[in-house]
């Protein structure tokens, strides 16, 4: 299993010069991608332009939205700015979707929210076409598109995996619940007659450091998930605060077949990718 690091570009104080300076050391090693979250109504940037600006200084990591919220964006500019960020990055793409949860970025967009998985599906026929024709988008000198991912829990959602894309990034938990989800993305592969399997990536958070860094991380996932209200302490309490921790977590997700994990941090702080990257390295991991 390959191990990613996620930017920190949805973490309230993260500035410009933090991210680049973060992509240009996950380049060096151990980390096989740099991932990216999308949020509208929040204090972010957005996850194409993190990844554009992460392209300008990184030569061999590969770059993952992990996820768009597609429906809030315009299917051709959409197609236009991925297929842009394939190309600036020599094919390093890896562009993964879905609908999101929040009610209230929907409203800022002016999308209905109950309109947001027939928007996805058809976006999704829509986005293949437009990379295929290359009449609107810069040609990727090794890879013509991006690899595509989409994620989501509904059998709508396990569907549209098996119909459209390459394969199904899960939205984080313990290692069980990747195990249910893969078991669905597998089944639903399996029914469409596709060759092969899914590609399966997972994502997790993690905060290293002092009692105060860990309480801030936390402090960060209950903001950030408040929209799911009691639940958000759970999601807290997933968080991985020491190297057994997330030994543990990566061991029971290459045990169910996870092909990539992206851990994001809680903290914007460098220190953070570099302690992280001294555990993958105790623990043997080297970027495929």
């Not at 929210?113 to 058809?122: A, D, P, Q, T």
């Not at 990379?131 to 598109?145: I, T």
């Not at 997330?246 to 953070?272: H, K, W």
Request: net charge negative; charged share 20%; with cysteine.
């Amino acid at each position: 299993m390959r191990v990613g690091i996620g930017l920190p570009g949805t973490i309230p104080g993260a500035d410009g010069q933090l991210l680049t300076a973060w992509a240009k050391q996950a380049d060096e090693g151990p980390f096989s991608s740099l991932g990216t979250l999308d949020r509208l109504v929040y204090d972010s940037y957005d996850p194409l332009v993190m990844l554009s600006a992460a392209a300008a200084v990184t030569e061999s990591v590969r770059l993952a939205t992990t996820i768009i919220i597609a429906p809030l964006h315009s299917t051709a500019l959409l197609a236009k700015f991925a297929a842009s960020v394939h190309a600036l990055s020599n094919g390093r793409l890896v562009l993964g979707l879905a609908v999101g949860a929040r009610h209230e970025d929907y409203k800022a967009a002016g999308i209905a929210y109950s309109s947001r998985g027939r928007r996805l599906s058809e976006q999704l026929a829509t986005l293949r076409a437009i990379w295929e024709e290359e009449e609107m988008v810069p040609p990727s000198p090794l890879h013509r598109e991006p690899e595509l991912l989409l994620g989501g829990l509904s059998d709508a959602s396990f569907a549209r995996v098996a119909r459209y894309a390459d394969g199904y990034v899960h939205g984080g938990g313990p290692p069980r619940t990747f195990v249910r989800a893969a078991d669905k993305a597998h089944a639903a592969w399996f029914d469409a007659g596709r060759p092969g399997r899914p590609q399966l990536w997972a994502q997790g958070y993690f905060a290293l450091g002092s009692a105060a860094t860990i309480e801030a991380g936390a402090n960060h996932l209950r903001d950030y998930y408040a929209f799911t209200g009691p639940f958000a302490e759970k999601i807290a309490a997933g968080l991985l605060t020491t190297p057994q921790a997330i030994a543990q977590f990566l061991r029971g997700y290459e045990l169910a077949g996870c092909d990539e994990m992206i851990l994001f941090p809680t903290v914007p702080d460098l220190s953070q990718l570099q302690q992280l990257a001294d555990v993958l390295h105790g623990l043997g991991r080297r970027a495929a």
